[in-house]
């Protein structure tokens, strides 16, 4: 399958500072980019859908100054946590569109994830 | 409110036996549906798709399973295998849509020896 990095994979920041992720397509070119959340023992949830070259999308409740994203290439985008705190603490996981059909669908390949932890 | 359904948050199954995963949705404007396997710490796979003009998809030990008028989806694991544990998410595409894929909240499998 499609390969898709993020840097860095675990943070440990403390709190009012600013922490950028980085979410890398490295085989393909995506213009379109997910960011995820996941707390413990929780499912995926949506945060935003990052559009190469425009604005990004933010799911109902997801505060876009809070939660910075920019998608400058067809193969990055990055999310940046601003003046983190404790409560932001979570597993951030990026994935990104391929819509060329190589698993036979347009279809989205995950990150590792990002462990954030936010003293 | 939920489009997309996994009811049971989690499964155990023995060892080379079948592991089925269920998944239930409510809008019939999804094209095609995915599963996607998730370890601990790590990013979702990509297991497996079916379209929504097809009934049956099967890769390997892998076999999903669509009923459009139940609109319910399941996954097959057979055998399973210890290495099969781990939480497994159903999601769907909307038709038009730019790839945003909808969600299940997943069930975790553990698969015993």
């Known amino acids: 399958g499609a390969v898709v990095s993020q840097h860095p994979s675990w943070v440990i920041c403390k709190s009012g500072t600013s922490v950028k992720i980085e979410c890398r397509s490295l085989?393909?070119?995506?213009?379109?980019m997910f960011w995820y959340r996941q707390f413990p023992k929780q499912s995926l949830m949506l945060m935003a859908t990052?559009?190469?070259?425009?604005?990004?999308?933010?799911e109902q409740g997801v505060e876009k100054d809070k939660f910075l994203i920019n998608h400058a290439s067809l193969t990055l985008s990055t999310l940046t946590v601003t003046s983190a705190h404790p409560e932001d603490s979570s597993f951030y996981i990026c994935?990104?569109?391929?819509?060329?059909?190589?698993?036979?669908?347009?279809?989205?390949?995950f990150g590792p994830g990002t462990r954030l932890t936010v003293l | 409110d939920q489009q997309v359904k996994q009811n049971s948050p989690s499964l155990s199954v023995q060892e080379g036996r079948i592991s089925i995963l269920n998944c239930d949705y409510t809008?019939?404007?999804?094209?095609?549906f995915l599963w996607y396997k998730k370890y601990p710490a790590e990013g979702p796979t990509f297991l497996i798709s079916?379209?929504?003009?097809?009934d049956k998809n099967e890769d390997g030990r892998f076999t999903v399973f669509l009923n459009k008028s139940a609109k319910h989806l399941s996954l097959h694991i057979v055998p399973s295998q210890p290495g099969d544990s781990a939480v497994y998410f159903c999601?769907?595409?909307?038709?038009?849509?730019?790839?945003?894929?909808?969600f299940g909240k997943g069930t975790k499998l553990s698969v015993k020896p």
């Open positions: 994935s990104a569109r391929d819509p060329s059909g190589r698993a036979g669908i347009d279809t989205q390949y």
């Open positions: 085989d393909f070119q995506a213009t379109t």
């Open positions: 990052s559009n190469e070259g425009s604005k990004a999308t933010y």
């Open positions: 809008n019939s404007m999804f094209d095609y």
């Open positions: 079916i379209s929504s003009i097809k």
């Open positions: 999601a769907a595409n909307p038709k038009g849509s730019q790839g945003n894929l909808i």
